[in-house]
């Protein structure tokens, strides 16, 4: 999944579900529950044709459509067109919008120079810590307290390190099964020949090695929370058995013939885009709306700026008392450095970073070249260096007067302006061979519908 430099995104919560929309390079969309919104809404509290959003000049603005519940930014009510900076919360009614930059817009530029970091929340869950610092998040953990009063299946969807198993465990805390066993399942840690042994439990023989009796993991649950992580790994059979529990609340151990009822929860996680898994016939379609039946997205790290100081100093002192020493500082050039670097590997990996300082650091302050080798690499990349912004798109210009005639050098354009090219042509040539039905279009080409409505209406398609 990746985007292009000062690509702004939103994050939309409305009742029981969040999702990450892309909004284009530039254009002008409506927000409603009207079947034409190039960003359609379903909550009551929403009008029609509630709000317009205008992205040009590298900016995003909102304007409020003379809507019943009018348009909040910040909790402050806005009547006339209205900018918008990254991070701010857009309130429709219930519905609220969070704007994201990509990582070449404005929500990129580090706050170390006599600014203060992000205003951090702690969630103290038990004996288990979540630090809150991103205006998304704080809106995201506000609907994860709401699901947790239900028994609602809920997906968690987002990247590897993202903090899919501290919202799962946050469902599990805030719930009335409270009280009761959190179980953690890595999906695609378990062998596919004995996954079915591992979720159902076996009985004494019921294959060589099974010695006695076991009962499965999420027999082990019972009356408490079952968490699926990474649930696109199942196989298939195991797929199969795991609905058939869901439906019936019952498991049946491998060789028994006996059905044991069972009170579960069942939360669970993938970084897939799970409908191109349904798509491609590697994930059951029931299943898939069995499990999401609510939804959360968790937007990566390089999207939650704010986030990476407050988190750097946090993991940085956790790691240096373990070693029962003091903390050293992150200097202003170490922490401009962090906010700068991509964080493939998500909050997990800024939590390893630190861990490395901590143990090879002996000054009293860290600075960029005590970073771990990786980020040092990645930062150093041309599209990293920061030396100069990328050029808009331009007409490619012929040779110049000292250049020779006989020789000219090759004609570039940009690539952004290439792969969008490309893309359009791909969808055009879909919605061709569908006979212009979009639904059809968007799963030949493995793109949610909404994301494939959104660029259409971009490309003129």
């Given at each position: 999944?990746?985007?292009?430099?000062?690509?702004?995104?939103?994050?939309?919560?409305?009742?029981?579900?969040?999702?990450?929309?892309?909004?284009?390079?530039?254009?002008?969309?409506?927000?409603?529950?009207?079947?034409?919104?190039?960003?359609?809404?379903?909550?009551?509290?929403?009008?029609?044709?509630?709000?317009?959003?205008?992205?040009?000049?590298?900016?995003?603005?909102?304007?409020?459509?003379?809507?019943?519940?009018?348009?909040?930014?910040?909790?402050?009510?806005?009547?006339?067109?209205?900018?918008?900076?990254?991070?701010?919360?857009?309130?429709?009614?219930?519905?609220?919008?969070?704007?994201?930059?990509?990582?070449?817009?404005?929500?990129?530029?580090?706050?170390?120079?006599?600014?203060?970091?992000?205003?951090?929340?702690?969630?103290?869950?038990?004996?288990?810590?979540?630090?809150?610092?991103d205006p998304a998040l704080h809106r995201l953990y506000g609907l994860i307290r709401r699901l947790a009063a239900s028994e609602l299946p809920v997906l968690i969807l987002g990247e590897t390190g993202a903090g899919k198993e501290n919202a799962a465990f946050s469902l599990h805390h805030w719930s009335r099964r409270s009280a009761k066993p959190f179980v953690a399942i890595n999906c695609a840690t378990i062998a596919e020949s004995l996954a079915e042994s591992e979720l159902f439990g076996h009985?004494?023989?019921?294959?060589?090695?099974?010695?006695?009796?076991?009962?499965?993991?999420?027999?082990?649950?019972?009356?408490?929370?079952?968490?699926?992580?990474?649930?696109?790994?199942?196989?298939?059979?195991?797929?199969?058995?795991?609905?058939?529990?869901?439906?019936?609340?019952?498991?049946?151990?491998?060789?028994?013939?006996?059905?044991?009822?069972?009170?579960?929860?069942?939360?669970?996680?993938?970084?897939?885009?799970?409908?191109?898994?349904?798509?491609?016939?590697?994930?059951?379609?029931?299943?898939?709306?069995?499990?999401?039946?609510?939804?959360?997205?968790?937007?990566?790290?390089?999207?939650?700026?704010?986030?990476?100081?407050?988190?750097?100093?946090?993991?940085?002192?956790?790691?240096?008392?373990?070693?029962?020493?003091?903390?050293?500082?992150?200097?202003?050039?170490?922490?401009?450095?962090?906010?700068?670097?991509?964080?493939?590997?998500?909050?997990?990996?800024?939590?390893?970073?630190?861990?490395?300082?901590?143990?090879?650091?002996?000054?009293?302050?860290?600075?960029?070249?005590?970073?771990?080798?990786?980020?040092?690499?990645?930062?150093?990349?041309?599209?990293?260096?920061?030396?100069?912004?990328?050029?808009?798109?331009?007409?490619?210009?012929?040779?110049?007067?000292?250049?020779?005639?006989?020789?000219?050098?090759?004609?570039?354009?940009?690539?952004?302006?290439?792969?969008?090219?490309?893309?359009?042509?791909?969808?055009?040539?879909?919605?061709?061979?569908?006979?212009?039905?979009?639904?059809?279009?968007?799963?030949?080409?493995?793109?949610?519908?909404?994301?494939?409505?959104?660029?259409?209406?971009?490309?003129?398609?």
């Open positions: 999944m990746g985007e292009r430099p000062g690509q702004y995104r939103l994050l939309v919560v409305e009742g029981t579900t969040s999702s990450l929309v892309d909004l284009p390079p530039q254009g002008i969309l409506l927000v409603g529950r009207a079947p034409e919104a190039d960003i359609p809404l379903t909550d009551r509290s929403a009008s029609r044709r509630h709000a317009r959003l205008f992205v040009e000049g590298g900016g995003v603005r909102v304007a409020d459509l003379e809507s019943h519940n009018g348009v909040r930014v910040n909790g402050q009510a806005v009547s006339q067109v209205h900018p918008l900076q990254p991070g701010d919360v857009v309130s429709l009614g219930e519905v609220q919008l969070v704007l994201y930059a990509g990582a070449g817009g404005a929500a990129r530029a580090p706050s170390v120079s006599g600014g203060s970091p992000a205003q951090a929340e702690e969630l103290v869950l038990g004996e288990r810590v979540i630090v809150v610092a009985e004494k023989g019921a294959f060589t090695g099974a010695s006695a009796a076991k009962p499965g993991l999420l027999e082990t649950a019972n009356g408490g929370t079952v968490f699926l992580d990474e649930v696109g790994e199942l196989p298939l059979a195991s797929q199969a058995k795991l609905l058939r529990a869901l439906e019936t609340r019952r498991i049946l151990r491998v060789g028994s013939t006996q059905e044991r009822e069972i009170d579960i929860r069942i939360v669970a996680a993938t970084h897939r885009h799970l409908e191109n898994e349904v798509e491609a016939g590697r994930f059951r379609k029931d299943l898939f709306f069995r499990l999401g039946a609510a939804s959360v997205v968790l937007p990566p790290l390089r999207d939650r700026p704010g986030e990476v100081e407050v988190l750097a100093r946090r993991f940085l002192a956790e790691a240096c008392g373990a070693q029962a020493r003091p903390a050293p500082a992150l200097s202003a050039a170490c922490l401009e450095a962090l906010s700068r670097y991509d964080w493939p590997g998500n909050v997990r990996e800024l939590k390893n970073a630190m861990g490395y300082v901590a143990a090879t650091v002996a000054e009293a302050t860290v600075e960029p070249a005590h970073l771990p080798e990786r980020i040092l690499t990645a930062l150093q990349a041309p599209a990293r260096t920061g030396a100069a912004p990328p050029t808009p798109p331009a007409p490619v210009p012929g040779p110049s007067a000292g250049a020779s005639p006989s020789a000219p050098g090759p004609r570039f354009a940009p690539l952004a302006e290439e792969l969008r090219a490309l893309e359009r042509e791909r969808m055009a040539e879909a919605l061709r061979a569908t006979g212009g039905v979009k639904v059809r279009a968007a799963e030949l080409l493995g793109m949610p519908l909404r994301t494939f409505t959104l660029k259409c209406k971009q490309y003129g398609l």
